[in-house]
């Protein structure tokens, strides 16, 4: 049975590095329900987002690890 409009659960994931105050993960999850809300029509409330915080040294661009290129 297909579903209908507003039935479906957006699940977003964000990868970034640690480092973001609280104030600054809970308005980024804010503005990113909100442009989910905005461009698909899905209620707030169905939208589930994951952050997944990485330590500098779980990260590398061009082979370095990000805690090395400071």
Known sequence: MP???GETMPLVH???????SEDQLHQ???D???A???NTGAPAEHVHIV????ANNRYSVG???KGEDQ
């Open 36 to 38: 989910i809300v905005k």
């Open 28 to 30: 980024l999850v804010k």
């Open 51 to 54: 952050l997944n915080e990485m």
């Open 14 to 20: 964000i990868d970034l590095l640690a480092g973001r």
């Open 63 to 65: 082979g370095v690890m």
């Open 32 to 34: 990113v329900t909100a």
């Open 3 to 5: 579903k209908k409009e």
